[in-house]
């Protein structure tokens, strides 16, 4: 690394890891995140780099004219316009792999919350009703027996699938291109899957084309026996269809890590006793946490020693 450091810009909150991993390294300037970016006088030409948990427009970068690289934390990247990076020769990186464990342990969890109810049953024990009351009341579906649609078998997806292998269920999976490595029964649309399974697993990214993909036709496939996870991107979904079909029971139940709005949550979701709900914790937990900001920490540092980086998103023009 040369005697002039370099310039990071951090826009909005970030995990306090990264700035801690770079202070010393770099010069950090960090400011509110929105759509328009407000700089003193003359350090826009200093940024060469960007550490973000949450978007960089293309008019952002348009307005950094020495921007080499944008570390994202995170392994979705589509707060990033990647493409437009790209035809700058800006480098992307994102997070991979290192949450991938955690990911796949929180979707086994919500996914038997959801069947078994276990939340509310905590908090039927927490008000005082089991005495009162007696028994809680029996779950209406069970894990065992159950036949699982994968939606995205990508890294997250297959931890997710070996996990439940031993749970002695049926697995299968849609993606864009039927994988060789794996011995699941391969859909060749989300429909035809949503009609086969009773359990559908949400794990894609957020992209135009998932773009609200699983909608009233894929609930109306699912069944009224029919559960919902989704660990992706809320942006995958039709959330008034989802809301619909929870009521009118056209699916059995829905947990859900991920919203369409974040952190807004609607209303009606709040008041249908047949959805599990997390407020985007899938990744969130300290040892996890800690090896992204890392990572996004070791792909700036590596950038600007010696024009090197270990995680580059796919759009990029640098390879890892």
Do not use: C
Not at 193 to 202: G, N, P, Q, R, Y
Not at 260 to 274: C, G, I, M, R
């Amino acid at each position: 690394m040369s005697d002039t450091k370099a310039t990071v810009l951090v826009p909005g909150k970030i995990n306090p890891r990264v700035t801690e991993r770079l202070e010393g390294n770099v010069e950090i300037i960090t400011v509110p995140a929105g759509d328009e970016l407000v700089l003193p006088e003359g350090v826009a030409e200093r940024v060469r780099g960007i550490a973000v948990s949450g978007v960089v427009s293309a008019a952002w970068m348009n307005a950094l004219p020495k921007l080499e690289i944008i570390a994202n934390f995170g392994v979705g990247y589509d707060g990033v316009d990647a493409k437009h990076a790209a035809s700058r020769g800006v480098v992307v990186t994102n997070t991979p792999d290192v949450l991938n464990d955690e990911v796949a342990d929180t979707t086994i969890a919500l996914l038997i919350n959801t069947l078994r109810r276990l939340p509310q049953a905590e908090n039927y024990l927490r008000e005082g009703r089991w005495a009162k009351e007696g028994a809680f009341g029996l779950s209406p579906f069970s894990l065992k027996g159950r036949t699982i649609g994968i939606l995205g078998l990508g890294r997250i997806g297959l931890e997710i699938a070996k996990r439940l292998e031993p749970f002695k269920v049926n697995l299968g999976y849609h993606t864009r291109t039927k994988r060789d490595d794996v011995a699941y029964t391969y859909y060749g649309s989300l429909k035809e899957m949503a009609e086969k399974v009773d359990t559908l697993i949400s794990i894609v990214p957020g992209t135009a084309a998932t773009h609200k993909i699983i909608d009233a036709d894929v609930f109306k496939a699912l069944g009224p026996q029919g559960v919902f996870i989704n660990v992706g991107r809320g942006s995958s979904v039709d959330e008034d269809a989802l809301i619909k079909a929870l009521e009118d029971k056209v699916i059995g139940a829905a947990g859900l890590d991920v919203f369409y709005n974040e952190p807004q949550v609607p209303d009606a979701f709040l008041s249908l006793d047949n959805i599990s709900m997390l407020p985007h914790v899938a990744s969130a937990s300290i040892p996890t946490r800690n090896a992204m900001a890392d990572l996004v920490a070791d792909n700036l540092l590596g950038w600007f020693k010696d024009k090197t980086v270990l995680t580059p998103v796919p759009e990029t023009p640098v390879k890892g």
